[in-house]
């Protein structure tokens, strides 16, 4: 089975700087994609990014990066030019490739890491 | 378009009654998929259907079912609740075209009292 760690409960970052959220996962498959979704208190689930396992280029949204490492099996974002709507729950998610490997759409979910932005 | 959309917004039951929860997927998605968000937690799986047949299941009882309708929409099905049935119920839906990226609705609530 696969899973999903962030070993971060909570981070904090000054508006206009750069924060780092770490995420780690665990799997025996070789086609999967990863994501980062962000819950505001609003409590909708945004994705924000997303990463195919057979793409070694870090995807990239805005300011908002990845630094993928396979081998590593991690899977980092990079918030750049930190602003006060980037506060929320940010979670690493997982999920296979099902167009390759079959099975279902399920995400992985990893505890979440609450990210506050300071003015 | 529409995003997802999700029926009630907040709920309080009972232990022992039984609640159903209702979601409509992004036009032309045919995919739908639940999961509940205990506080504090991140989302784990109930269920998925594509195209009215379950896909997969995650680790629940049997209190929990689903099903889809033939116009994609579902509904989610919870019997003899207990306390720890409360929680944030998300549904997700999803299309061929976008690899099966999951867009999420807003959230129903389940308070059980």
């Known amino acids: 089975a696969q899973t999903v760690t962030q070993s971060q409960p909570e981070m904090s970052v000054q508006e206009a700087e750069t924060v780092t959220l770490s995420c780690t996962y665990d799997t025996s498959e070789s086609d999967y994609y990863l994501f980062w979704y962000k819950q505001p208190p609003s409590r909708q689930m945004i994705l924000v990014i997303r990463q195919e396992a057979y793409k070694q280029q870090n995807a990239t949204e805005n300011r908002f990066s990845v630094n993928f490492q396979k081998a590593a099996k991690s899977f980092s974002l990079k918030i750049s030019d930190s602003q006060l709507g980037d506060a929320a729950m940010y979670f690493c998610?997982?999920?296979?490739?099902?167009?390759?490997?079959?099975?279902?759409?399920?995400?992985?979910f990893g505890k979440g890491t609450k990210l506050t932005v300071n003015p | 378009d529409a995003g997802v959309t999700q029926s009630p917004t907040h709920l309080i039951k009972t232990r022992g009654q039984q609640v159903t929860l209702r979601c409509s997927p992004i036009s032309g998605h045919k995919s739908v998929s639940w999961y509940q968000q205990v506080l504090g937690q991140g989302p784990q799986f109930i269920f998925q259907y594509y195209e009215k047949e379950e896909r997969g299941r995650g680790n629940f009882p049997d209190r929990f079912s689903a099903r889809q309708f033939p116009n994609y929409s579902s509904e989610l099905n919870v019997n003899a609740l207990l306390l720890g049935d409360s929680a944030l119920y998300l549904c997700?839906?999803?299309?061929?075209?976008?690899?099966?990226?999951?867009?999420f609705g807003p959230g129903t609530r389940l308070t059980v009292t």
């Open positions: 997700a839906s999803s299309s061929r075209d976008r690899d099966y990226e999951q867009y």
């Open positions: 998610a997982y999920r296979t490739n099902t167009q390759t490997q079959g099975g279902s759409e399920k995400l992985v």
